[in-house]
């Protein structure tokens, strides 16, 4: 695992990733493969990020987790309940939405998909959610807020990291997690892809396309 060139600066690099790796050198069932860990900060260089999306941590089931928070790999189906929250939302938002679960081309517009763990043992939700991956979330979200920023916090856990994000110029969008115990919650109607693109028509930027449709 190699850190990504334009977040090597970042102190979590140097102070708690040694840690970190040397942890998971020691357990061969860890999921996302090595090689694509770090891919949502690669495709997201600080200077081009313009939307965060907060996740929790990989999807634990083999063959799924692809790097990105909420995407998998293109062939795998059904989509998880998350991401099939996800789409349905955006059918209604935008009246469509894309064809595999495979968000890595949200990533290519500058949608940082970021999981606040980077890895998760095969099977366990959650297992590595207190290994220390969470210090490199908080400073990617303050190294994004050096710049307007959206960013979208589903549910209590992507909400907690709130506090990291520093100025009074981002748009800052919280609502319920797309879980199917949540959705309804306010989730669903909660129309945040169309008013992210709103927000970055008035910052002079072009809109994201979230849906894979030529445009």
Not at 69 to 82: D, G, K, Q
Not at 141 to 165: C, D, M, Y
Not at 176 to 198: E, K, Q
Request: aromatic letters at 8%; glycine letters at 8%.
């Amino acid at each position: 695992m190699t850190p990504p060139k334009a977040w090597s600066h970042l102190p979590f690099f140097e102070q708690d990733f040694p840690t970190i790796a040397g942890e998971l050198a020691e357990n061969s069932d860890i999921l996302p493969p090595a090689d694509v860990r770090f891919s949502a900060l690669e495709a997201c260089p600080p200077e081009k990020t313009r939307v965060v999306i907060l996740g929790q941590d990989p999807y634990p089931t083999p063959g799924h987790a692809n790097g990105l928070a909420f995407s998998v790999a293109p062939e795998v189906s059904p989509l998880p309940r998350s991401l099939a929250n996800i789409y349905a939302e955006l059918q209604s938002d935008l009246g469509s939405c894309p064809s595999n679960g495979d968000l890595t081309f949200w990533a290519e517009q500058g949608v940082l998909l970021l999981n606040t763990a980077l890895t998760v043992p095969a099977g366990k939700a959650g297992g590595h959610a207190r290994i220390g991956w969470g210090s490199l979330a908080r400073q990617v979200i303050q190294e994004v807020s050096k710049h307007p920023t959206a960013f979208l916090l589903w549910g209590r856990h992507a909400q907690s990291f709130a506090n990291n994000i520093h100025g009074s110029e981002h748009m800052v969008l919280e609502s319920a997690h797309p879980s199917p115990l949540s959705a309804r919650r306010g989730f669903f109607g909660s129309r945040p892809f169309s008013r992210i693109n709103d927000w970055l028509r008035t910052q002079g930027q072009t809109p994201i396309n979230w849906t894979g449709e030529a445009q």
